[in-house]
Structures are given as C-alpha cells and as structure tokens.
Nanobody
Framework: QVHLMESGGGSVQAGGSLRLSCARAGDWSSWGWFRQAPGKEREGVAMLNGASRATTYSPSVEGRFTISQDNAETTLYLQMNNLQPEDTAMYYC?????????????????WGQGTQVTVSS
C-alpha cells in the first residue's frame, strides 16, 4: 500500500515563499507535484525522475519553484519562491508514473490529499 501526505501549505503575500513537503511510504519511483485551482483542471507543476534524479518543471513555475527529495527518498519537497496570486491552488503530490506525459494527471497512480496554498496580492 502506498501512502502520500502533503504538508506545508498556507497563506502568503505575493513575493513570499513556502516549502511544501510530501511524505511517502511504499514506493520509490518517480514522483511529482500537481496543483488545481477552483474551476480549473489539475496541472503538472514539477516532477522528479526516480531513476535519473532529473527534474522537470512547468514553464509557469520554472525559475521560481524547486523540486527535491531527501536521501531516503521518503520526502519530496517543493520550494516555492516569488509566489504570485495565480499560484493559488490546492497542491497535490503524486507517485508511480505509469505512462507519459508526466504532466497528465491520469499518468500517475497514487495521490495525496493535497495542501492549500493561497497567495494574496
């Protein structure tokens, strides 16, 4: 059984920073972050390849967000800097990439419950 639990969300002003964490049990493969704003589809934010450790970002966050993991591969992080109101969303962690493309939510098998990020202007 695979379990994911996100934490670290909150409310910040534009230009601020947050670091999200995702604790994982039962899997050691590729994983990533998605977000979903009210009324919008879930979108891929960043992913980390479990084999190569390569990282990939959505163009909307590249240069502002950094995805990383701990050495034990049990915690995934998303450092978010220079947050903007358009970054407001529920952020989800996903693991076990079954197919491509990585930024399609249906490509992932396991999901956490999400953590809310709210950015005010």
């Amino acid at each position: 059984q695979v379990h994911l639990m996100e934490s670290g969300g909150g409310s910040v002003q534009a230009g601020g920073s947050l670091r999200l964490s995702c604790a994982r049990a039962g899997d050691w493969s590729s994983w990533g972050w998605f977000r979903q704003a009210p009324g919008k589809e879930r979108e891929g934010v960043a992913m980390l390849n479990g084999a190569s450790r390569a990282t990939t970002y959505s163009p909307s966050v590249e240069g502002r967000f950094t995805i990383s993991q701990d050495n034990a591969e049990t915690t995934l992080y998303l450092q978010m800097n220079n947050l903007q109101p358009e970054d407001t969303a529920m952020y989800y962690c996903a693991t076990y990439l079954r197919t491509l493309p990585w930024n399609d939510p249906s490509s992932w098998r396991y999901w956490g419950q999400g953590t809310q990020v709210t950015v005010s202007s």
